[in-house]
């Protein structure tokens, strides 16, 4: 079974390739969806959550704001830490049973939707790994146009540490990978899925 990584930073076009990649029936593995998932109350992570973040991470109907939970672990490294931890292995463990899955399944080729996919080392489970990205000065009003809010440059890039990881992840040379824009992204995609 072909594994294609698809990863790309906020607002550069990444859903609109994993999009197209399940249109023509390839099966998509979305890690924001399995981290979702992951933190449904009563569940491990959940719990860890909850104890590190306190109940202000929590909404009115028990589930988790993820909103102040990211805004929080983003501004706090330790509290960072603990989303990590928590979240993390039970991820990795989803991913590997949806893999084993769609293998079992008879699946040709899976595509893993991951936006830190080379922080989290699951590039390495991939034959291909795409890169989307868009240019610098087009990436603000890309996000605010999706989000329709006002937003300043640091509100929509992030930290330095955070531009620092997307150069990174560009900078990702080497066999079987490629740095590509939405379009060259799903031409990639829809390739693989013919060699299949």
């Given amino acids: 079974m072909r594994i294609v990584g698809l990863t790309g930073g906020i607002a550069c076009g990444k859903s609109a390739v994993s999009t197209a990649a399940a249109s023509w029936g390839l099966r998509v593995i979305d890690m924001d969806e399995i981290a979702r998932r992951v933190v449904c109350p009563g569940l491990p992570a959940y719990t860890d959550i909850v104890a590190a973040f306190g109940d202000g991470a929590l909404l009115p109907s028990g589930e988790l704001n993820r909103t102040e939970v990211g805004r ?5 490294r330790e509290k960072r830490r603990a989303l990590n931890a928590a979240t ?24 893993i939707d991951a936006p830190l996919l ?11 790994t795409l890169v989307v990205a868009v240019a610098e000065a087009t990436q603000p009003e890309r996000l605010r146009k999706a989000v329709c809010v006002r937003l300043n440059h640091y509100d929509i890039i992030g930290d330095p ?30 390739s693989c899925r013919r060699r299949d």
């Fill in 72 to 76: 929080i672990a983003f501004s706090d």
């Fill in 88 to 111: 993390h292995r039970p991820m990795l463990m989803q991913l590997l049973a949806e893999l084993a899955a769609a293998l079992f399944g008879g699946e040709a080729a899976v595509l």
């Fill in 118 to 128: 080379f922080e989290t080392s699951l590039h390495w489970l991939c034959c291909t």
């Fill in 161 to 190: 540490a955070g531009e620092a990881a997307s150069a990174r992840r560009l900078q990702r040379g080497g066999g079987g990978e490629a740095d590509c824009g939405a379009d060259a992204a799903r031409g990639e995609v829809r």
